[in-house]
């Protein structure tokens, strides 16, 4: 299984980013796919997660309303729209992969590097 992060940058408060995650290796059916971030000096935290073959959605309550997570399933893609974006919003992002869902960032066995995200105020 290969997960390949992209779309990372320098945007200013207020701003928006979109990153992207390609997939490949294997088939996702009954999977979750997740964003996770870890900023300088803090554990990894759970951003998003949607389920590869029903859509259910889930947020971290941080992030709620301004970024939106979706998948294409025909071009095996995960996207991560991040608007209104804030300087706590900076951070390495990361996509990961379960066979199920879960908030803990230890449930996933598939993991793909990092994009840095930065946001200035």
């Known amino acids: 299984v290969q997960l390949q992060a992209s779309g990372g940058g320098l945007v200013q408060a207020g701003g928006s980013l979109r990153l992207s995650c390609a997939a490949s290796?294997?088939?996702?059916?009954?999977?979750?796919m997740a964003w996770f971030r870890q900023a300088p000096g803090k554990e990894r935290e759970f951003v998003a997660a949607?389920?590869?073959?029903?859509?259910?959605?889930y947020y971290a309550d941080s992030v709620q309303g301004r970024f939106t997570i979706s998948r294409d399933v025909a071009k095996k893609m995960v996207y991560l729209q991040m608007n209104s974006l804030k300087p706590e919003d900076t951070a390495v992002y990361s996509c990961?992969?379960?066979?199920?869902?879960?908030?803990?960032?230890?449930?996933?066995?598939?993991w793909g590097q990092g994009t840095l995200v930065t946001v200035s105020s």
């Open positions: 290796g294997r088939t996702f059916s009954g999977y979750f």
């Open positions: 949607i389920g590869w073959s029903g859509g259910t959605i």
């Open positions: 990961a992969a379960a066979p199920g869902f879960g908030r803990d960032a230890g449930l996933y066995p598939y």
